[in-house]
């Protein structure tokens, strides 16, 4: 969450003013990225990620499409192999299951069944995460889903300065990005907005490479890794933890894959104790991978047995008091933690 | 049908649709409770997304007035008007949407994701979702050689996703006795019909995939019910598959908060002069219904809603760990 260079005048951005600010300056800076989707363009976006994009670059690079997910993404997949860069959003990570040919068996692999004869520089940006009462349609987080398919790239920012690094990061790459941003965090005047998530960011050009994690918050008792909404979970709990005299370090995941398994294992080689906290799916999870990760290293000696927090394996529910039920929260990380240092070896 | 056709059903129609306007006309203040003076869409009694059917009960009254209980209706994102011409139980439905024990589905599910089963409705969020399983329920009746018929309601911008497509030639491939419904109500989300779609006439689709199409204009209950009736009828008989598109219109935005800016100036002004269930009063009055007649029906409709939202008020929220059930059979 640090900046590398803090600007000469804080500003304060939400993370989607941070995207379109990001979309827009590499829209002016290269001809060849070009924006699609749903209500992207007279409407800027459901949540307000290609804000004023319109006005500045007109119909033809800022193109509202048609609800034919299967027909656009894939024509971004053409596009990107044509050479253009394409930035394609669809809505709600729920709603990808009717184009995910286009995604996993497309894009993902074009590259490599190419032999690196062709790319697809594309980025697929789409929101994720529930906890306001949407059920289980449009409440998923999914990073686990598309992190464990090859090929592509999956990042999700937890403020708006990563958010517009990761942005900047993800258009340039050569590879597909999908781009999560998470809802309580997006900074909508209709929804509800994690305060720490709107932070500074430079105005100019800057990127937050894909691939590394960030340490956050620094502590030596346990490490809790976070990404998107859990990461400001993690800082809510490591405040009330230090209170009680426990010393936590966050990680900001800020790249789902690829994982950045070295700075996870440089902070538990540290602490020697591990919270994963994952608002996606618990089986199979980044939870899973994140420890899994660990225990395999063998120069890292674990002082208690590792936890893992996410949504329980049952669709989201949409009534307040099941989703909030199951949904991680600041006061269950503190739980674990507690277990985590009674656990102690 | 004439204006001479079933009185019955078309006092039934004019009820139902008062009982769904009203139904949403409770839904809006609720929906607001814990959400002022700051916005937040996870905050009070009704939080989420909140799709309201005004203006689109015609669509829904004049389709299901055909339907029995042992039909199929698939419907959207924006279900109310559906579910309740359908017969889903108002009580159920509305407790569901509060998120209490006593709803639908215990509180799972919530407004974008009602069944009743007793009546074979089904909605969900998922944009032209609905099609394939209403092609599943029709071919399970023709299999089981029953009487019954399917119906898929789906907005005028589903028609360009490729499951529309899809449905539509299995439907007719296999000859079973389903009918597609397209509400258009001109936008989806923002964006208008107009900007996205490739012919000014989604029923002309139908002649690619060997089924009749059919265009309903001016949100007219009685000419909905007309076509309906005719299309159903030939579902039953074993003749086949059909497509309908309705032109209706959307009196609220997408969501409630919706600001509604991708609307020309005085656009919803214009649609709310011709309101159509007003519309359809005088026009009941102009062929000789009785407005006590009507009144009465209207009261009766009002009631029902009122009670089912103070019951679903006073119900009680679930254990918090029925999240874990009902996710396996």
Known sequence: MSSPEPPAAARRLTIARAISEAIGQEMAR?????????????????FGTTTGLLDRFGPERVRDAPISETAFIGAAVGLAAAGMRPIVELMFVDFFGVCMDAIYNLAAKQCYFSGGQVTC??????????????????????????????????????????????????????????FMYHKALQGMGWLGTVQRSITDAPEGDYIVPIGEAACVREGDDMTIVGLGLSVHHALDAAKSLAAQGISAEVIDLRTVAPLDRVTIRASVRKTGRLLVVDDDYLSYGIGAEIIASVCEDPTITLRARPIRIAHPDIPVPFTPVMEHFVLPDAAKVVAAATILMETDR | MTRSGNRNDRLWMYATMVKSRHFEALIKPAYFEGKTPVFNMAKGPLPGEMH?????????????????????????????????????????????????????????????????????????????????????????????GEPHVA???????????????????LASVWRVPVVFVIEDNGYGISVSKRACTAIARNADRAAAYGMPGHFVAGNDPD???????????????????????????????????????????????????????????????????????????????????????????AAAYPEPQEAFTHVFA
Do not use: W
């Not at chain 1, 290269?30 to 459901?46: F, T």
């Not at chain 2, 119906?151 to 030639?169: D, I, K, M």
């Not at chain 2, 002004?269 to 005088?282: H, M, T």
């Open chain 2, 223 to 313: 000419a909905i019910y007309a076509v309906a009736g005719a299309t159903i009828a030939r579902a039953r008989r074993d003749e086949g598959p059909s497509l309908i598109e309705i032109e209706t219109y959307r009196l609220e935005g997408h969501f409630i908060g919706d600001a509604e800016g991708y609307r020309p100036g005085g656009e919803v002004d214009g649609l709310k002069a011709i309101d159509p269930i007003p519309l359809y009063r005088a026009r009941l009055l102009a062929d000789g219904f009785d407005a006590a007649d009507l009144d009465a029906v209207e009261v009766e409709a009002r009631n029902l809603v009122a009670a089912a939202f103070a019951a679903a008020r």
């Open chain 2, 151 to 169: 119906v898929a309601f789906l907005g005028e911008g589903a028609a360009n996703q490729g499951a529309f497509h899809e449905a539509l030639n």
């Open chain 1, 30 to 46: 290269d001809p060849s990225v070009l924006v699609m989707g749903e209500d992207i363009a007279k409407l800027g976006g459901v």
């Open chain 2, 52 to 144: 309201l059917s005004d203006g689109q009960e015609p669509c829904a009254v004049g389709v299901c007035a055909h339907l029995t209980a042992g039909d199929t209706v698939t419907a959207t994102h924006r279900p109310h008007h559906i579910a309740i011409a359908k017969g889903v139980d108002l009580n159920g439905m509305a407790a569901e949407i509060f998120g209490k024990a006593t709803g639908l589905s215990g509180g799972r599910g919530g407004h974008m994701h009602l069944f009743d089963a007793r009546v074979n409705f089904a909605c969900s969020g998922i944009v032209a979702q609905g099609l394939g399983p209403a092609v599943g329920a029709a071919l399970a009746a023709k299999l089981r």
């Open chain 1, 121 to 178: 520089p594309m980025v697929l940006m789409t929101s994720v995460g529930g906890g306001y009462g949407d059920a289980g349609q449009h409440s998923q987080c999914l990073y686990a889903t598309f992190g464990h398919l090859p090929g592509m790239k999956v990042v999700i920012p937890s403020n708006a300065h990563d958010a517009k690094g990761l942005m900047l990061a993800a258009i340039r790459d050569p590879n597909p990005v999908i």
